[in-house]
């Protein structure tokens, strides 16, 4: 699939104040400074889309592109952040929390990992929580530009191995750079797949 146009539509703090619900979305959670802002670039071809920064905590809101006057890509603020403020950070996560489970037409959730870091407990509970909430989603292991291939491998099989005994399956898991683009045409075929399902 080719991303012919890609514009941005709204930020806001609540789901309810989201775009009317009538196309499929697919939304980018993670850690702060995984890579989501830049992902979303990357796929769209278009820096600066979505902001990014290297200082962590750039995202605050739910902010809304629609691609292809079809279908939404949503960044999202990332989660596990230190230096935000406790109660900012509570905030956050009843942002994130509501619009996962609210948001009806989210079709499936990205979500993004940093593939230079042994699994992180943050993440593992992250997924644990979406499995239990039924919520369809797919692993994205990003920045693999800093890593050999070996190490990429290594990346998930340390995941697989973690989540063997809570899992029946792992999700799918892509591998992903925004610097290099390696991913771009997988997560694309992948979406443009999703994008063929009836709206429920
Ligand atoms: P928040 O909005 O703060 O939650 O962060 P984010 O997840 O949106 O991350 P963002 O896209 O802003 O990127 C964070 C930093 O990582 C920036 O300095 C990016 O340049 C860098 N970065 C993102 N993706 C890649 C990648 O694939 N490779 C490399 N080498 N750096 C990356
Ligand atoms: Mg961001």
């Given amino acids: 699939m080719e991303v012919y146009s890609a514009k941005f539509v709204t930020s806001n ?22 890579g ?14 979505a902001k990014t920064s290297g200082t962590p905590g ?8 629609l691609i292809n006057d079809e279908w939404y890509l949503v960044d999202l603020p990332g989660y596990g952040y230190a230096r935000t403020s406790k109660s900012q950070r509570g905030q956050f996560s009843a942002m ?14 990205f979500v993004l990992i940093d593939s230079r870091h042994d699994p992180l407990k943050v993440d593992l509970e992250f997924m644990e929580w979406l499995g239990e909430n039924g ?4 692993m994205v292991f990003t920045k693999a530009d800093k890593l050999t291939t070996t190490e990429r491998m290594n ?7 973690k989540m063997k005994d809570t899992w029946e399956s792992m999700p799918m898991a892509f591998i992903t750079s925004a ?22």
């Fill in 135 to 138: 919520v369809p989603f797919v």
């Fill in 96 to 109: 994130i929390r509501n619009y996962i489970l609210q948001r009806e037409n989210m079709i499936c959730l």
């Fill in 155 to 161: 990346c998930i099989s340390k995941y697989q191995e």
């Fill in 58 to 65: 750039k995202t605050q809101l739910i902010n809304h592109f």
């Fill in 13 to 34: 703090t609540d789901v309810k104040k989201c775009p009317e619900p009538d196309k499929h979305e697919y939304a980018f959670i993670g850690r702060s400074n995984v």
């Fill in 179 to 200: 610097e290099t683009k390696l991913g771009r045409v997988e997560l694309l075929s992948y979406i443009e797949e999703l994008n063929q399902l009836e709206m429920e």
């Fill in 36 to 49: 989501k802002s830049s992902l979303i670039n990357m796929l769209t071809n278009h820096g600066k889309l």
